[in-house]
């Protein structure tokens, strides 16, 4: 079977594409799919780098990726909400072998049935910034007539997250590069240039801030918060102190003084990580159909073959992408 892999950790050049894996079969509540399509997220390089290697213990060689959509080829004997034949979307468990392969073992929870407008390598785009950004836009507790913060609004994530504020009839401003500004007015937001401006002299007293870039900007944002409002994050309260992520993940709370600070002053925060099962998946699928949100797609850099992987993890690390990067596997 055609896979990438990568057998320790290091810069794009540790992929390898190898044709002799073994081929996968499906357990007792698994799904076996053919692969149409993958995507490239952020959190691909960093496990490429090894950044929560002592966290996330994996055997080398390791196959990369989490999402994908395809075919199902075959259902294990108590996986009952998908059929073969059916065109299918999810995203594979991080422990496990990932979505950049020709086939992969999926469990059934991890999938469903594809949004049904789009078409061919389209739906692969869609499961892990579409789960995280609904699930930290329903973290923020926004209702009509609120007003938020979005940091990294033209990213994969934020610009889903800046769509669906603005389909709750939230008012948005969003931080971007100057580039993507006329992009975030086309998604009903007040763009900020986060190179030209500081956005604390923009905005204040707001209801929600979410944060999709992490470190300083997240320090920051804690100022434009009214009494009561809360900061969602999706990137970490430090995205370079792997432990402290890790914790925030397993507890869903401050693990900073400074984060207790903040909460004695009446502000909340959470860490938000996107939660994946079979119910969430067909909710982000009927989300799609409705085009209550649509996912850019990087047509400039050009959808990208299996074998182009290691091109597809500089773009997006030199941060070249403007939207999702897909690999098809035709």
């Known amino acids: 079977m055609r896979a990438q892999v990568y057998s ?63 075919v199902v080829l075959e259902c294990g004997s108590q996986a009952t909400t998908v059929a073969r034949g059916d065109e299918v979307f999810g995203l594979t468990p991080l422990r496990g072998p990932g979505s950049h392969a020709d086939r992969i073992c999926v469990p059934e929870q991890n999938l469903a049935l594809a949004p049904r407008r789009l078409h061919g390598f389209e739906a692969a785009a869609v499961p892990l910034v579409g789960l995280t950004a609904i699930q930290a836009s329903e973290a923020a507790q926004l209702r009509a007539g609120d007003r938020a913060l979005v940091h990294g609004g ?47 002299a923009q905005v204040d007293q707001l209801d929600a801030v979410i944060d999709c870039v992490g470190g300083e900007v997240e320090r920051r944002s804690f100022a434009v918060l009214r009494r009561g409002g809360r900061l969602v994050t999706v990137a970490g309260p430090d995205p370079d102190a792997e432990l402290n992520l890790v ?44 085009r209550t949100i649509e996912v ?15 091109q597809a993890h500089a773009a997006g690390e030199r941060g070249e992408a403007r939207g999702k990067l897909v690999i098809d596997h035709k």
Not at 180 to 189: H, M, P, T, V, W
Request: hydrophobic share 40%.
């Open 8 to 70: 320790q950790y290091g810069g794009p050049e540790v992929l390898e594409l190898r044709t002799d894996l073994p081929e996968p079969r499906p357990g007792p509540t698994e799904v076996l799919v053919e692969v149409r399509a993958s995507a490239v997220n952020p959190v691909d390089w960093k496990l490429r780098r090894g950044n929560l290697r002592k966290v996330l213990r994996r055997p080398f060689p390791i196959v990369p990726g989490r999402d994908f959509c395809g």
């Open 154 to 200: 033209a990213g994969a994530v934020g610009a889903l997250v800046v769509q669906y504020l603005r389909h709750l009839g939230v008012a948005v401003s969003a931080t971007a590069s100057a580039r993507n500004l006329d992009y975030l007015r086309s998604l009903g937001a007040d763009p900020i240039d986060y190179r030209s401006e500081r956005f604390e």
């Open 296 to 310: 850019r797609i990087d047509h400039e850099l050009g959808v990208m073959g299996l074998a182009q992987l290691a």
């Open 247 to 290: 914790n925030a993940i397993k507890l869903g709370a401050p693990t900073s003084m400074r984060l207790l600070g903040q909460l004695a002053r009446g502000r909340r925060y959470q860490f938000v990580s996107a939660r994946v099962d079979h119910k969430r998946l067909v909710q982000l699928a009927q989300i799609v159909d409705a």
